[in-house]
């Protein structure tokens, strides 16, 4: 699949469908591979962070979540570039994944977060084969807490594991569990309160316009307040500087 490279990132600009379609035929083969659901956010971590931009350059799948990197995509000439978001490959993945019986696993969020995603999963997707979830604490792990851990999901003979320990916690532990965890890691951050109900998810027409960063500070306006008043100017600033330096 074709790459762009976005502030040093290689983003994926093939298809929604075949990037979950890929995902799918490495979830069937039980292959550890790690995808990375990329916004404005996760660049900028990277940008900031040589060791964390290293993860993301050997992640086997860097998909374009936020609509800034789609458009800065098109700038680039990539005119058949896509978004490819965290809740929508949640739902496909799920959907895909119940319907080949393939086992998903869930990692991240708090048990009755975890409780509510997996009722409304059966109730959209009743073939849904959920092998496990699990709420990790809070605190470093030892070295055989997170063996067992391993373990668990190893032999929960899930294909997929959701992991949802927000950025850039979320990608250090997939590249840590790169080759250990027998299954396709996917981070989806706040994936797992929105499709629980706990957060409200930005309506369609604020997400096709950009602005799904704005409705998420309404409702996180203590947490995400910092987070984008430090990400999003640094980033218009080196997006322009990438596409008008040619």
């Known amino acids: 699949m074709t790459t762009r490279n976005l502030i040093g990132i290689p983003v994926y600009v093939s298809s929604f469908d075949d990037q979950l379609n890929q995902i799918s035929d490495w979830a069937q083969d ?96 009743p073939l849904s084969k959920i092998a496990g979830t699990l709420s990790p604490p809070f605190a470093p792990l030892s070295p055989d807490a997170d063996m067992s851990i391993v373990q668990t ?46 957060l409200k998810q930005a309506p369609k027409f604020m997400r096709d316009a950009g602005f799904e960063w704005l409705f998420r500070l309404t409702q996180e306006p203590v947490r995400l307040w910092g987070r984008y008043s430090s990400t999003i100017p640094i980033f218009i600033w080196l997006a322009l500087k990438q596409i008008y330096s040619k």
């Open 30 to 125: 039980y292959q550890s591979k790690m995808v990375c659901v990329a916004n404005v956010h996760m660049l900028i971590e990277a940008w900031r962070n040589p060791v964390f931009a290293d993860m993301l350059r050997n992640a086997d799948l860097v998909t374009p979540d936020g609509m800034p990197l789609v458009w800065m995509m098109k700038q680039m000439g990539v005119k058949q570039a896509e978004r490819v978001a965290g809740m929508e490959i949640f739902q496909t993945a799920c959907e895909q994944a119940a319907a080949a019986q393939t086992s998903i696993f869930l990692l991240g969020a708090k048990p009755e977060v975890l409780d509510k995603i997996c009722q409304r999963l059966k109730n959209e997707f």
């Open 153 to 198: 999901i190893n032999a929960s003979g899930a294909g997929i594991v959701f992991v949802a320990l927000g950025c850039p916690k979320q990608e250090l532990w997939m590249a840590q569990h790169r080759h250990k965890i027998k299954a396709v890691m996917i981070g989806v951050g706040a994936v797992f309160p929105i499709y629980a109900g706990v």
